[in-house]
Structure formats: structure tokens, C-alpha cells
């Protein structure tokens, strides 16, 4: 069965073996949305295909409708390189590519595997957006396809990891690490969040830890924003940051400082 005739068949009601078969070929998966943006989610224009399933419940998640696979489209590796094929001279005019995120693209390793491999055979740069969290379930051979990793270091130290995610920081730096002795590119990027991520120490800790990774090329601080209140309310569920404002100009600038001061390449987004 081809993977177009599998992804059809996937919709038409093929039994629970069957499916779970596809998944794990990587020839079948769960996709919330796509969107086409230009200037964040990689270099130049991106095609961005959000995934489903993640095991980090962040307080900030703007996403939360991504958290569980069963809540995503089927979509087979094919269709989503479909996608990738009606925009390769506008890829190729801007320097841009595909992108993976979600939810957390790791949590559909062989899907995603599979995904980059035709991506690269078609010569379009790649992109993973990853809290790291699951980065042992990355291949090596995933990892030849993956030109450049969005690494999410969402806290600088434990507690605060733990706190902010609800999971334990320490596979996030074993796959940083890992990423550092290939060579990857990494863009880390850190949500500021007041009360929760500012700190000054912890930020400063994210910053020991980027220092540590030669192949980062760019840390960006993302400004904390209310736009997915009401996406957590229509979800039912309580969204515990409904009262924090958004961070200051001053706060901003403060981390932005103590990225720069570490010798970071650092932008504000
Ligand atoms: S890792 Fe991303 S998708 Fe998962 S909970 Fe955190 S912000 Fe949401």
C-alpha cells in the first residue's frame, strides 16, 4: 500500500493494527495544522506543520489543542511532502524550508524520520522545533536531516524546569550536548515569562548552558503574551498564568542583556 492509498485508507476506517502499523512504519501522522510564516520558525519563508502529542504540559503552552496524538488529522508522510513540493521555489527564493513542531515532534519519531528524508531528497532545508524532552527517541540517521534545531530551554535549573513543564530538565541538556558534539545547528529560544522564568539566576543558568553549546547560532527570548487564554478556556481547561502580564520593556531588555553578556548572539521575539 502506498502511503497516499494508506493515508486514505487510514480515514476510512482501517482497524486499530492496521493503523498502529502505519504509525510506526512513520508513513502515517497525526498533524494538527500547517501554516506558511516567514521569519521565525527557521530561516526565510517556512512551511511550519504542527504535530500532535507532547509530554511536557508548559504553563505558557500556546498550543495545548497539540497535547494528545489522538486529537491530530491523519496525514501520511507523503501528503505533508506534497505540501513541501508546491512551495520549493519560494523556499528556494528566500532560503527557507520545512519545519516540525507541534506539540513536540519527537513524540512521532519514525513519521518525522520519515518526513526529512523526503525533505532532504528534494534538497529543502529542515527544521525540528523540540523542547529536547524526548531527543533519545532522535535517530542519528533522523538527525543527518535535520539542518537546524529550534531548541526550546524553557528554564535554567531544575525546580524552575519542573515548575514551568511539569518534567525534569536533564534530557533537554543530554540532547543539547549531543546536538554540540555533531555539530547541528541550534536556535535556542527561551519564553520569558514574569514570575516564573525571570529570575535573573535563572536566566543566567540558560545562559551557562547555551555557553556550553559552540553550535548555537542565535538565542532567542520570546515575550510572554495572553493570546492563548481564551484557546485554554475553550479547551476547559484552567489556564494558571489568565493574571500574568506580559514582560516589561525593561525586563526585557535586562535578559536580553545577560544573554548578550555571555557572548549570545541574541534576539528578541
Ligand atoms: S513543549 Fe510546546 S507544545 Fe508542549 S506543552 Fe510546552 S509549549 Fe506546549
Not at 75 to 89: F, I, M
Request: proline share 4%; hydrophobic share 40%; glycine share 10%.
Amino acid at each position: 500500500m502506498t502511503a497516499a492509498l494508506a493515508g486514505i485508507a487510514a480515514r476510512d476506517g482501517l482497524d486499530h493494527g492496521e493503523r498502529l502499523a502505519l504509525v510506526r512504519s512513520g508513513d502515517l501522522g497525526s498533524m494538527h495544522s500547517w501554516e506558511l510564516v516567514t521569519a521565525v520558525d527557521g530561516p526565510g519563508t517556512r512551511l511550519t506543520a504542527f504535530l500532535n502529542g507532547c509530554p511536557l504540559r508548559c504553563l505558557y503552552c500556546q498550543n495545548p489543542d497539540t497535547w494528545q496524538m489522538r486529537d491530530g488529522d491523519p496525514v501520511t508522510a507523503e501528503e505533508l511532502l506534497g505540501r513541501v513540493d508546491r512551495y520549493r521555489r519560494v523556499f528556494a527564493a528566500t532560503g527557507g524550508g520545512l519545519t516540525l513542531s507541534g506539540g513536540e515532534p519527537l513524540m512521532q519519531p519514525a513519521f518525522v524520520a520519515k518526513v526529512l528524508r523526503g525533505a532532504k531528497e528534494r534538497g529543502i532545508h529542515t527544521a525540528i522545533d523540540t523542547s529536547g524532552f524526548l531527543g533519545r527517541a532522535a535517530t542519528d540517521a533522523m538527525l543527518d536531516d535535520v539542518d537546524l534545531v529550534l531548541l526550546d530551554v524553557k528554564s535554567g535549573d531544575e525546580d524552575a524546569y519542573r515548575r514551568t513543564t511539569g518534567r525534569a530538565l536533564q534530557p533537554t541538556l543530554d540532547f543539547g550536548d549531543r546536538l554540540a558534539a555533531r555539530g547541528t545547528e541550534v536556535w535556542v529560544r527561551f519564553v520569558l515569562v514574569p514570575g516564573l522564568t525571570d529570575a535573573v539566576e535563572n536566566v543566567e543558568n540558560v545562559a551557562a548552558i547555551v555557553e556550553r553549546w559552540p553550535q548555537v547560532s542565535r538565542v532567542e527570548v520570546l515575550r510572554f503574551h495572553q493570546m492563548a487564554r481564551d484557546k485554554w478556556g475553550r479547551l476547559g481547561l484552567w489556564y494558571p498564568l489568565a493574571d500574568t502580564e506580559p514582560p516589561s520593556a525593561e525586563l526585557v531588555a535586562r535578559v536580553r542583556d545577560q544573554f548578550r553578556a555571555h557572548g549570545l548572539t541574541t534576539f528578541v521575539g
